[in-house]
Structures are given as structure tokens and as C-alpha cells.
């Protein structure tokens, strides 16, 4: 039987594409499209990519966000960034519909070096749709839910405990709490859905079914997974419910974690 997410073959399916953007949404990704060839131009950059909800067709008009990846022909250097902050501003202030524009830089060479092969070179090959360029996807393997594919992908999550934990310190209500809740709900559910995703045999981007996925196999800390899947959907500012996921589940999480898959290759 072929799990959720997997083709014919077994290996995990790209899981969005143009023909999935909604018509709302449409008009940003064009917008998208022309804007990163003339701010970036084809000396600078290989090839761009949509990921998230709007090429998975879920997005929400007025709630969603619209994240793209840029392939860059050399590093990233500082002019790059201040490009793509432009862009990120000059997109969402255009666009109601998108709430926030994200993008991410990589060059290349790391995008298809051997040390991303099963992070990055996976996101691109599995989460990303092209957008511009040439795929970089037609370089790389096929993937299967397997203990090296989680471990590469997440497999570092204690080393985002400390900064989690100086910015719920040091951030006030009304000054990040909820850039801060939304990030690291996603960040515990997306870990716990790979923790598991070997025995689940499959790949889903979905928060409920990844949340319900992992309280399959720790039914101890089902409900501490689905607060956090809410809460990825809605961000709150209630410091209760942050502790409870950043001082009590994350950490939980990254030793069960690094016992069942082991720790991440270090980066650089």
C-alpha cells in the first residue's frame, strides 16, 4: 500500500504546482514572478520557487503568507538580503491577500551540495515549485520518508531552545509574542510529524494530520502536539501556553528526537 504523500514508486511527490494556486492568489505570484526577474536579473540569479500554502492551493486570502525561495549563481551576499527585504515589503504592502512575504537566499553550490542533499536539496526537490529558471529538482534524488531524511530535516532542534527561550524573556505582549508563538509551533509540529514520519511511511505538510500522525505513537503527548498545531494556525501572545511548548514539549521533543534519529550533520 503507498503511503500518504508518496508516488507510485514510494518516494515522497512534489506536493504543489502552479495549477493548485488559487485564482485570488494568482495576481501576487505574477506580480511575484516580474519583480524577482527585475530586481535580481538572470546574472544573479538561477531560479526561483513558491513553497507553502499557495502552491499547495490551502492558502487563506487575508491570513496566508506568501513564501518564495531564490537560487542565487553565487552566495548571498548583504545587497542580496536588502533586495529581497525590498521585495518582501514592496509585495506585501501591494497584495492584501497575502499576510507577509518571506523570502529565502541560497546560493546554488549549497543548495545542491552533498551536506544539504537531505534538507535543503530535499526542500527544493519536494516542497518547492518552480517558479523561474531552470529546476534545480532535475539535479537532485528522489526521496523517501526515511530516518537520514528526518534526522538531516530536523534533527537540530535543541539548538533552537536557547533562542527561543531569550526571545520569550525579552519580548514584550505586543512586540513579537505572536511572530514568536507562530514559529515555534510549526517548527514542534513539523519535528514531530518527522519523528514519526519513517513509521508513518508517508509526507504531509497538513498541521492536523501531522500533529495526529505523531499522537499516534506518543499518545502522552498528543494534546501537548495538537495545542501546538492550533496554535500554528492561530498565534497567540498567552505566555502560559508558550512555556508550556517551549520549556516542556520542545525539549521532550529534541531528546526523543536525537535517541530515535540522531543529531543533524553540523553546519558550518
Known amino acids: 500500500m503507498i503511503g500518504e504523500g508518496l508516488d507510485e514508486d514510494g518516494y515522497i511527490a512534489r506536493e504543489g504546482s502552479p495549477e493548485r494556486v488559487a ?3 494568482a495576481p ?16 544573479r540569479l538561477h531560479s526561483a520557487y513558491l513553497y507553502g500554502s499557495i502552491p499547495r492551493g490551502t492558502a487563506i486570502p487575508g491570513v496566508s503568507d506568501l513564501d518564495l525561495l531564490l537560487a542565487l549563481r553565487h552566495e548571498p551576499t548583504p545587497a542580496d538580503r536588502a ?13 492584501p491577500q497575502v499576510n507577509g512575504v518571506g523570502v529565502l537566499l541560497f546560493g546554488t553550490d549549497t ?8 534538507d535543503l536539496g530535499w526542500f527544493i526537490a519536494c516542497l518547492c ?10 539535479q537532485l534524488p528522489r526521496y523517501r ?9 530536523n534533527g537540530d532542534l535543541a539548538l533552537a531552545l536557547p533562542r527561543w527561550r531569550e526571545r520569550l524573556a525579552a519580548t514584550a505582549p505586543d512586540g513579537g509574542l505572536t511572530a514568536l ?6 517548527r514542534l509540529v513539523r519535528t514531530g510529524f518527522t519523528l514519526v514520519m519513517p513509521r508513518w511511511n508517508g509526507w504531509t505538510s497538513d498541521l492536523t494530520a501531522s500533529a495526529e500522525a505523531f499522537a499516534a505513537h506518543y499518545p502522552d503527548r498528543a494534546e501537548q502536539m495538537r495545542l ?33 534519529h540522531g543529531e543533524k550533520a553540523p553546519r558550518p
Open 228 to 260: 501546538a498545531a492550533g496554535v500554528a494556525r492561530t498565534p497567540t501572545t498567552d505566555r502560559a501556553v508558550l512555556a508550556v511548548l517551549i520549556d516542556d514539549l520542545a525539549p521532550w521533543l529534541a531528546a526523543e528526537y536525537t535517541a530515535v
Open 129 to 138: 515549485t518552480p517558479l523561474l529558471g531552470e529546476d534545480l529538482a532535475e
Open 181 to 186: 508563538s507562530r514559529a515555534v509551533s510549526r
Open 111 to 118: 543548495l545542491l551540495s552533498e551536506l544539504e542533499r537531505h
Open 23 to 25: 485564482a485570488e492568489f
Open 145 to 153: 520518508p526515511t530516518s537520514l531524511l528526518a534526522r538531516e530535516t
Open 83 to 95: 533586495g529581497a527585504d525590498a521585495l518582501e515589503a514592496a509585495l506585501d504592502s501591494a497584495f
Open 28 to 43: 501576487v505570484v505574477d506580480a511575484a514572478r516580474e519583480r524577482i526577474a527585475a530586481a535580481f536579473g538572470p546574472a
